[in-house]
């Protein structure tokens, strides 16, 4: 079914005269949901531009030396609301932003996405949905564009009839024009931000897979070395590099909101403290920061990486509205709520950061969380930093309060429930990882990328576990049909062909009481599925394999 925010449908333009390259580009496209037209030559490609046309896809080999001006016309006169993506398939090049192609490709046409070969059909998907999605918030704006020139049309003609009035009409009409330069701005903006969370997101994702693979092979290596103190300090290094790559990836999905909230205990207290020095060289040695945590405080319901990310933009947010330096006070108290209209009954830990900054007036409190509403300078902030946090807060049933004065410094409180049970203490040195559950039970481990499955099937014979390897949905279903005892399955969602979802459909109707397992980097899975399987995320660690596998199977 085709894609169609107007009258017309949208469609791909393909120019990759040598090879199977059109065919295979076409029908990777026909997965989302769009049809494809295939160019001979620049000139063709040309004569096929018009604003239904979604993106161009191009290999290298189709425009090098080629005169691109015919599309640099096209491109020239296309109407203000658009600025038509281009995706060009390279050839691999450590320097591909300085080859003389890339800078004619950005001279003729402006926008465009390199993608170098050879790569992952998904990689290819992954940039093309985001190119689209580029795509239609351009043509969304079109509307809005057009309803903006028939309000400017309409204070024009009132110029005309009430000529008495010609002063106010025009102050009226400046006004306008200026609201309409600052929603364009605003547009593109939005846009932008839009295609750098897609973009990110898909990254993380690919990112958490190959620090799976590294994560499983030193842990290994860990293990069947001999000991030897140079060799632990290089293994122990790379794991903690490793490790914090994983966090890395955890940000960069909470940034492009991939992430799923996981609320549990957490020490609120020990979670700032370890942020201590972060904040510090956030803010910058301009402003002062101080911090109040008191000891014996319970732990709070609430999902730690979301509230790093919280309050490391409240802090930043304090940071800018003191340009002068100023004391940014970070606290963390325990507080008693009765019924109100923003919270439950109830206990709550309260985390406060407060400034001495500018503050802010009644009206601009009041539109504080708004989603893109921003006192800031066009570029130099989103408008959803707050909106965000009051969301998470709403989430985890708590609540975000501000309080603020002209002049005094703004106050913000995130209200988080405490938690029903303590957060488990964390162990110095955690044993080494043992399987639990059926010993020497056959595991079924379904993943389409090579060094995960060699790692991860290590990882679990080295548990004492049996293991079947697939690389595809199809390969796992021939598995289990000629392999009459499998006690349990673990596979990877984002698989071409069939993801991990559709293949647990599959094996539920033929085995409904198997225990699947689903390990995954990708985190918007689909909402509407019949199963509710448990997940473990990538990267994991042995002890993770181990506990989960031990826990499914016991």
């Not at 406060?352 to 009644?362: E, I, K, L, R, Y």
């Not at 110095?428 to 559950?437: F, K, L, N, T």
Request: proline content about 5%; charged content about 25%.
């Amino acid at each position: 079914m085709s894609i169609s925010l107007s009258e017309r449908p949208l469609h791909i333009l393909i120019l990759a005269p040598k090879g199977r390259d059109s065919e295979v580009a076409r029908l990777l496209f026909q997965q989302l949901g769009l049809d494809s037209i295939l160019c001979n030559d620049v000139p063709d490609m040309a004569a096929h531009l018009d604003d239904d046309v979604a993106f161009a896809f191009m290999t290298e080999e189709s425009v090098r030396g080629v005169d691109l001006r015919p599309l640099g016309i096209w491109i020239s006169r296309q109407a203000t609301w658009s600025d038509l993506p281009f995706i060009l398939a390279t050839r691999r090049s450590g320097e591909r932003e300085h080859t003389p192609l890339s800078t004619q490709m950005l001279e003729a046409l402006s926008n465009v996405s390199f993608i170098e070969r050879p790569f992952h059909p998904a990689t290819l998907l992954s940039l093309a949905s985001a190119t689209l999605k580029s795509r239609q918030r351009q043509i969304e704006s079109r509307g809005l564009l057009e309803q903006l020139k028939q309000s400017a049309d309409q204070l024009e003609r009132r110029v005309d009839e009430r000529t008495r009035q010609l002063q106010l009409a025009h102050s009226q009409l400046v006004a306008q024009m200026a609201e309409r330069a600052r929603t364009e701005e605003q547009l593109r903006h939005m846009q932008k931000i839009e295609s750098i969370g897609e973009l990110t997101g898909g990254v993380a994702h690919d990112f958490n897979n190959l620090l799976t693979a590294v994560l499983g092979n030193l842990e290994l290596l860990r293990k069947r070395l001999p000991a030897n103190p140079s060799t632990d300090r290089l293994i122990d290094g790379a794991m903690q590099g490793a490790q914090r790559g994983a966090a890395l990836t955890q940000r960069l999905l909470a940034f492009a909101r991939r992430q799923a909230l996981e609320p549990k205990p957490i020490d609120l207290a020990e979670l700032v403290r370890g942020m201590t020095d972060l904040l510090r060289r956030s803010i910058g040695p301009s402003v002062e920061i101080s911090i109040d945590l008191p000891a014996g405080l319970p732990s709070a319901m609430a999902d730690a990486n979301q509230i790093e990310l919280a309050l490391l933009n409240l802090a930043v947010n304090a940071r800018d509205a003191m340009p002068d330096g100023g004391t940014v006070a970070i606290s963390l108290s325990l507080a008693e709520s009765g019924l109100s209209p923003d919270l439950e009954a109830g206990r709550y830990l309260r985390l406060s950061v407060a400034d001495t900054g500018v503050g802010m007036d009644d009206a601009t409190l009041r539109r504080a969380i708004e989603p893109f509403f921003s006192t800031k300078e066009i570029g130099k902030g989103t408008g959803l930093g707050l909106s965000m946090i009051h969301g998470l807060a709403l989430q985890l049933k708590g609540a975000l309060r501000l309080s603020s004065q002209p002049g005094k410094g703004t106050r913000a409180e995130l209200w988080l429930p405490v938690a029903t049970r303590d957060a488990p203490a964390a162990a110095s040195e955690a044993p080494p990882a043992e399987a639990s559950g059926k010993l020497g039970a056959t595991l079924l481990f379904v993943d389409d990328d090579f060094l995960i499955r060699m790692s991860t099937a290590s990882l679990l014979e080295d548990l004492g576990y049996t293991v079947l390897k697939a690389g595809s949905g199809d390969e796992a279903l021939e598995l289990l049909r000629a392999n009459g005892k499998i006690d349990m399955m673990i596979t990877d969602y984002a698989m071409p062909g069939m993801t991990g979802l559709q293949l647990a459909e599959q094996v539920r109707k033929t085995n409904p009481q198997m225990p699947i397992l689903l390990a995954t980097g990708y985190a918007d899975l689909p909402a509407r599925t019949t199963l509710d399987l448990p997940r473990l995320s990538k990267p994991y660690h042995q002890r993770d394999l181990a506990e989960t596998i031990g826990g499914m199977l016991a």
